[in-house]
């Protein structure tokens, strides 16, 4: 039996998370924005006075369209800064849907991490999409949220884009798991 | 419930047990308006979250891990080899990490907008470097070691000198942002963000070790610091509560 070594805390990623994490290697947009797939994704961080969090990270991790067994030359991982007034912005793609452990399937979603000064450690959603409304309905996870803790989870449809704002506190606070 | 189950059950984040420290922490001021109220809801791990990004050599380029060679000028300071091992909590190495960090220069000074403090910029430091840990999980950084600097949180407010350290692990459960600070740093016990640790051997676990083995005669000090990921927190049974 081996002795579990405790792990290494979380700290805040503080205000200056850019400098290290919003570099190079790791874009917004997970796929070309002019293909034909692609799928822009907006939203606010917003914060308990309904300010916009303008310093925060926002991370996405996904499965490939196909679903999660055929994940090639797509990362599936992404990451946007939040800017002014707590906008982000994903370029992506309507992942696949993924396995149940239970057996069946999850509706398409994205899991979301979020960092930012004034948060110790990350906070975690998910993102589900508004027009898989029969996939939604019959998700393990959606059908099983505690009364009135659905809807800040499932994005909007905009012309464009899919609005997706994120609130940390408030009366319309973010449904977020512990994972 | 379409599925005849029951709702989720969800959890305080405050009385979650575990390494990490509360969000809901207010000597920390920042985290007044931004740490979550509602009780957070237990999702079972699926695929979605036992799955998580890899990133190969071709992330990393061989300066990127030496933060003093980034420019033509060297910067200045106390030059510091900063060596550890990214671990399993079972100890398994972790190879092929991606570690990523940043941290203020010698003066205190972030190179970032947002950074007022008045000290000076350091024109051969950015102040950014990742690497990937190899076969031992082991990970190096040769950089300066970072200044304290004043912070807005209370009145005379000074952050201990820390790095910045973001890592993977193998799934989205185990992703960490964090911090490393270095050893017998006489503002740790004024500082509400090393404190929202609360467990005292957890909070020594962000303390990094001077190590004479890792300093290099006339060139660099050495500090040792090993990072241990894993699923973040246990929800205790009797906290957890229905609806």
Redesign the interface.
């Given at each position: 039996m081996?002795?579990?070594?405790?792990?290494?805390?979380?700290?805040?990623?503080?205000?200056?998370?850019?400098?290290?994490?919003l570099?190079d290697?790791v874009p917004s947009a997970l796929v070309d924005p002019d293909g034909a797939a692609a799928l822009r994704i907006r939203g606010r961080l917003l914060?308990?006075?309904g300010?916009g969090?303008p310093?925060g990270l926002i991370?996405i991790?996904?499965?490939s369209p196909a679903g999660?067994d055929d994940a090639r030359g797509f990362?599936?991982?992404g990451r946007s800064g939040t800017v002014d007034d707590g906008r982000f912005e994903f370029v992506t793609v309507k992942p696949g849907p993924?396995?149940?452990?239970a057996g069946g399937l999850?509706a398409p979603?994205l899991?979301v991490?979020i960092?930012?000064?004034?948060?110790?450690?990350?906070?975690v959603t998910?993102l589900y999409f508004p027009d898989e409304v029969e996939a939604n309905?019959?998700d393990?996870?959606l059908?099983?949220?505690?009364?009135g803790?659905r809807e800040s989870l499932i994005a909007i449809a905009e012309d464009d884009a899919l609005r997706f704002d994120i609130r940390?506190?408030g009366p319309q606070?973010?449904?977020?798991?512990?994972? | 419930?379409?599925?005849g189950?029951?709702?989720?059950a969800?959890?305080d984040?405050a009385t979650?047990v575990?390494?990490?420290?509360?969000?809901d922490?207010a000597d920390?001021v920042?985290?007044?308006?931004?740490?979550?109220?509602?009780p957070?809801?237990?999702?079972?791990?699926?695929?979605?979250?036992l799955?998580?990004?890899a990133?190969g050599e071709s992330?990393v380029e061989p300066h990127d891990a030496d933060l003093t060679r980034q420019h033509a000028a060297e910067p200045l300071g106390q030059r510091i080899v900063v060596e550890g091992r990214v671990?399993g909590?079972?100890?398994t190495p972790l190879r092929g990490q991606l570690v990523?960090?940043?941290q203020a220069n010698a003066a205190g000074r972030?190179?970032?907008s947002?950074?007022t403090h008045d000290a000076p910029l350091d024109p051969g430091f950015?102040?950014?470097?990742?690497c990937l840990t190899d076969d031992d999980g082991r990970y190096r950084f040769v950089t300066i070691k970072p200044g304290i600097y004043p912070w807005g949180n209370h009145p005379n407010a000074w952050r201990p000198a820390?790095i910045?350290f973001?890592l993977f692990g193998r799934a989205?459960?185990e992703?960490?942002?964090?911090?490393m600070y270095f050893p017998d740093d006489p503002l740790f016990p004024f500082d509400p963000?090393?404190n929202?640790?609360r467990d005292e051997?957890?909070?020594m676990?962000?303390v990094s070790s001077f190590d004479m083995e890792l300093t290099e005669p006339d060139w660099a000090l050495g500090f040792r610091w090993?990072?241990?990921?894993?699923g973040?927190?246990a929800?205790p049974l009797e906290d957890a509560h229905d609806?």
């Open positions: 081996t002795e579990m070594l405790g792990l290494t805390p979380s700290q805040t990623a503080g205000p200056y998370l850019s400098i290290g994490l570099r290697l914060d308990g006075a300010d969090v310093d991370e991790w996904q499965a999660a990362a599936g991982f993924v396995a149940w452990p999850q979603h899991a991490g960092f930012a000064r004034g948060l110790l450690k990350r906070v998910r309905d019959a393990p996870v059908s099983r949220l505690p009364h803790r940390l506190q606070e973010t449904t977020f798991f512990a994972v | 419930m379409q599925l189950e029951p709702p989720f969800e959890v984040d979650r575990g390494a990490d420290p509360p969000n922490h920390y920042g985290t007044r308006l931004r740490a979550p109220t509602q957070l809801v237990i999702l079972p791990a699926t695929e979605t979250e799955t998580g990004p990133y992330a671990l909590s079972d100890g990523e960090i940043w972030y190179l970032h947002v950074d950015s102040g950014a470097g990742r820390h910045h973001s989205f459960t992703r960490l942002i964090t911090q963000i090393f929202s640790v051997a957890a909070r676990r962000l090993d990072i241990v990921l894993g973040r927190e929800t609806d």
